[in-house]
């Protein structure tokens, strides 16, 4: 950033001087920020629920460790003033509510639960228990600092629900649900299952090819 115009951080540039993109870049940037000052942060993949009401849309936040509180914070680095305003988003976007971003996990147990309607968690056309199945592996890798996009696709992912691995999901969706507390256990998961661990080549699904991870 600073190569490219020297001006303080959050200086508004020129549409021409900005860099283009998605939620997933602004919390990974966010969270080498926060990391660069000592404090411990790391990426979430979910769903947002702060965008429309009643629908949860694929998102990535960052969650960090407040020290004074003892609580890990979630904080949503994207939005800006005028999104604020296209959108309605009212909550506090430092200390996002866990009602209002789901962590991939809890969304999958909501659902498997019967309280939510998966229909109701994706993006664009994409939507359903594939959806969210797909999102609870990409928190298992960042989790484990491989902070992929969120179009890439590998291993145990899939686009229809009847070739879920549900017993994998759920053992999954309970190890993100608090990842300090069984962090060797979701560590050795990522390890060794070739489902879940970030191969040297990827699927991008926006560009249709393989791409080096």
């Given at each position: 950033?600073?190569?490219?115009?020297?001006?303080?951080?959050?200086?508004?540039?020129?549409?021409?001087?900005?860099?283009?993109?998605?939620?997933?870049?602004?919390?990974?940037?966010?969270?080498?920020?926060?990391?660069?000052?000592?404090?411990?942060?790391?990426?979430?993949?979910?769903?947002?629920?702060?965008?429309?009401?009643?629908?949860?849309?694929?998102?990535?936040?960052?969650?960090?460790?407040?020290?004074?509180?003892?609580?890990?914070?979630?904080?949503?680095?994207?939005?800006?003033?005028?999104?604020?305003?296209?959108?309605?988003?009212?909550?506090?976007?430092?200390?996002?509510?866990?009602?209002?971003?789901?962590?991939?996990?809890?969304?999958?147990?909501?659902?498997?639960?019967?309280k939510a309607d998966p229909q109701d968690f994706g993006i664009l056309d994409m939507h359903g228990l594939w959806f969210i199945a797909s999102n609870v592996i990409r928190d298992v890798a960042a989790v484990n600092n491989h902070e992929m996009l969120p179009w890439d696709v590998w291993g145990g992912?899939?686009?229809?629900?009847?070739?879920?691995?549900?017993?994998?999901?759920?053992?999954?969706?309970?190890?993100?649900?608090?990842?300090?507390?069984?962090?060797?256990?979701?560590?050795?998961?990522?390890?060794?299952?070739?489902?879940?661990?970030?191969?040297?080549?990827?699927?991008?699904?926006?560009?249709?090819?393989?791409?080096?991870?």
């Amino acid at each position: 950033i600073a190569a490219h115009d020297p001006k303080h951080p959050l200086a508004a540039r020129p549409p021409g001087q900005r860099t283009v993109g998605v939620c997933r870049h602004f919390t990974l940037l966010h969270v080498a920020m926060l990391r660069a000052q000592g404090v411990a942060a790391r990426a979430r993949c979910g769903f947002g629920g702060h965008f429309e009401k009643g629908k949860y849309y694929d998102h990535w936040v960052t969650e960090y460790w407040n020290e004074a509180q003892r609580r890990w914070i979630l904080v949503d680095p994207q939005v800006d003033e005028r999104q604020r305003e296209v959108f309605g988003i009212t909550i506090d976007l430092m200390d996002v509510p866990r009602d209002q971003f789901l962590v991939a996990g809890d969304a999958w147990q909501l659902c498997r639960a019967g309280k939510a309607d998966p229909q109701d968690f994706g993006i664009l056309d994409m939507h359903g228990l594939w959806f969210i199945a797909s999102n609870v592996i990409r928190d298992v890798a960042a989790v484990n600092n491989h902070e992929m996009l969120p179009w890439d696709v590998w291993g145990g992912m899939t686009l229809v629900d009847k070739d879920i691995d549900l017993a994998l999901i759920d053992r999954l969706a309970t190890l993100t649900h608090d990842p300090d507390a069984r962090f060797d256990e979701l560590r050795a998961a990522y390890e060794v299952d070739p489902r879940l661990r970030v191969p040297a080549t990827v699927f991008n699904a926006v560009l249709n090819r393989a791409e080096a991870a």
